[in-house]
T-cell receptor, first 110, second 113 residues
């Protein structure tokens, strides 16, 4: 089983839609979860950390389900500017290594 | 407030050559990590430096080495380049108190011919 798995998409949604991505991880001891976004040919940028209790930042909501070993990202009221690749990231248990998923591509269309 | 900077932006090398990539962390950051990103993939962790020491290495051969300087800047060296080393090399910095909230530089795109 891969360390981390993401649906590569692409997800094609209209403006204003709600879209959700999941990311599963294989090591139950993994810690420190994040979502990054990466625009085409640009560097990844931290979108938000993911806390056990779930957290929200404006239109974005992140959740962690340790029992099922996945994190999720929900985007409400999608904007054209949300078009990007969304990368899930977590820290390997007991170390400093961070592991990135391959990313989920989102296209928001007018 | 300067962000993470990397140099050079692009580089073309021949198989067997050696390359050095450079990274200056964001102001106030003391931890630097290096990643390799192939097209269509997520960044792959190469190693992390803190207090001038390599803290952990990913699944990369010894041809990949690094260094962190007292001013927290860092270098990534790759020896005996292979065609498969062609990729975007990203540097990310963080503050030791929030080590996993990383800020990335724009990357160095390395092409090996």
């Amino acid at each position: 089983r891969k360390e981390v798995e993401q649906d590569p998409g692409p997800f094609n949604v209209p403006e204003g839609a709600t879209v959700a991505f999941n990311c599963t991880y294989s090591n139950s001891a993994s810690q420190s979860f994040f979502w990054y976004r990466q625009d085409c040919r640009k560097e990844p940028k931290l979108l938000m950390s993911v806390y056990s209790s779930g957290n929200e930042d404006g239109r974005f909501t992140a959740q962690l389900n340790r029992a099922s070993q996945y994190i999720s990202l929900l985007i409400r009221d999608s904007k054209l500017s949300d078009s990007a690749t969304y990368l899930c990231v977590f820290r390997e248990a007991g170390g400093f290594k961070t592991i990135f998923g391959a990313g989920t591509r989102l296209f928001v269309k007018a | 407030d300067a962000g993470v900077t990397q140099s050079p932006t692009h580089l073309i090398k021949t198989r067997g050559q050696q390359v050095t990539l450079r990274c200056s962390p964001k102001s106030g950051h003391d931890t630097v990590s290096w990643y390799q990103q192939a097209l269509g993939q997520g960044p792959q962790f190469i190693f992390q430096y803190y207090e001038e020491e390599e803290r952990q290495r990913g699944n990369f051969p010894d041809r990949f080495s690094g260094h962190q300087f007292p001013n927290y800047s860092s270098e990534l060296n790759v020896n005996a380049l292979l065609l498969g080393d062609s990729a975007l090399y990203l540097c990310a910095s963080a503050h030791r108190g929030r080590r996993y909230e990383q800020y990335f530089g724009p990357g160095t795109r390395l092409t090996v011919t």
